[in-house]
């Protein structure tokens, strides 16, 4: 046993059984959908930096989830389009365990920021009179910095959880990227404590933040719906109704993904699921925020009519 765990150095990701035409297909697609998230959210994170009508705390956390939608893209999908070209091109051991790690940190990070982003709202809209005192800089610094900390020391606790498991074969994964339950599968273990820190972790970070949002959202529907002037609430409606978006997007595809019966999502139903969640929640978010918000647009046209004017002199 002891002989044939050292020799499990690398692992190989199986990713889609499709045929080289369609992987062909696919990596032409998800080239175009990565270059595109990177194109988006670096605008955004851009656009937030260069204007100063944008230095509120509102778009200093979306700029913070701009940055982890970039990391979260930058951390999957490279090796998925490697895969899409050379199914046996295997990714090492350290490699491996890398990704999974921080896989877990960028998907921890934006759910904690997409509560943080839910709490400002409930502030700057049910007590505006207060929202400069609540939302300081001290504050909106610190938010910020707890959710990105946080988010790395429970992905570390998966990490160290998973590190003492040994792998001893097979070595495929079943999937297009090192993803923390296809890896599991692959211990010569028993990993029920593995399983029961996930689902710890998921009703902590999972359904403890989503019920928070939920009353969030709630009690800022029940002010917007008190507001007399027609372009305040319309105004609210608009900013509320782009979070809700992006939240419904993010929390709905986790819980199908690690808290619903597995029976009920065959293994290829599941890589699905994990494409909508690697390669497109990070693409439509800068499009949710962007179209559906006036601020960010006149910041986008700012910008762009300040270096046609730049040339021009």
């Known amino acids: 046993m002891e002989e044939n765990q050292t020799m499990v150095t690398e692992f190989i990701l199986l990713g889609f059984c499709l045929g ?28 937030i930096c260069l204007d100063s009508r944008l230095h509120t705390p509102m778009y200093f956390f979306l ?22 070209l050379d199914e046996k ?22 759910c904690l920021l997409l509560v943080v982003m839910s709490y400002d709202r409930y502030v700057a809209i049910c007590h505006p009179l207060h929202y400069t005192v609540i939302m300081n800089w001290r504050v909106c610094s610190i938010l910020a910095a707890s959710s990105w900390i946080f988010s790395f020391l429970l992905a570390l606790v998966h990490f160290v959880l998973i590190l003492r498991l040994p792998f001893c074969g097979p070595h495929e994964i079943k999937h297009f990227f090192c993803e923390i ?3 599991l599968k692959l211990a010569c273990a028993d990993t029920t404590l593995n399983q029961v820190v996930i689902f710890a972790a998921c009703v902590f970070i999972l359904v403890g933040p989503l019920c928070f949002v939920l009353v969030s959202y709630t009690r800022i529907l029940m002010t917007i719906l008190k507001i007399q002037s027609r372009d305040g609430r319309r105004k609210a409606f608009s900013t509320c109704s782009s979070h809700l978006c992006v939240v419904g997007l993010f929390f ?10 597995k029976s009920q999502h065959p293994e290829e139903q599941q890589k699905i699921l994990f494409l909508f969640y690697s390669f497109f929640n990070p693409m439509l978010n800068p499009l949710i925020y962007s179209l559906r918000n006036a601020e960010v647009k006149g910041a986008l046209r700012r910008a762009l009519c300040k270096e046609t004017h730049s040339q021009l002199v």
Do not use: W
């Open 20 to 47: 080289p035409r369609i992987h062909l297909v696919l990596f032409l697609l998800f080239s175009l959908f990565y270059t595109f998230t990177l194109l988006a959210n670096g605008t955004i994170l851009g656009i």
């Open 63 to 84: 700029s913070h989830l701009a940055l982890v939608d970039m990391a979260y893209a930058c951390n999957t999908v490279p090796q998925t389009l490697v895969n899409l």
């Open 89 to 110: 091109k295997p990714i090492s051991f350290a490699g491996c365990m890398t990704q999974t790690f921080l896989f877990l940190a960028f998907a921890h990070a934006e």
């Open 181 to 183: 339950l296809s890896v």
């Open 252 to 261: 709905g595809s986790a819980i199908v993904m690690y808290m619903a019966p």
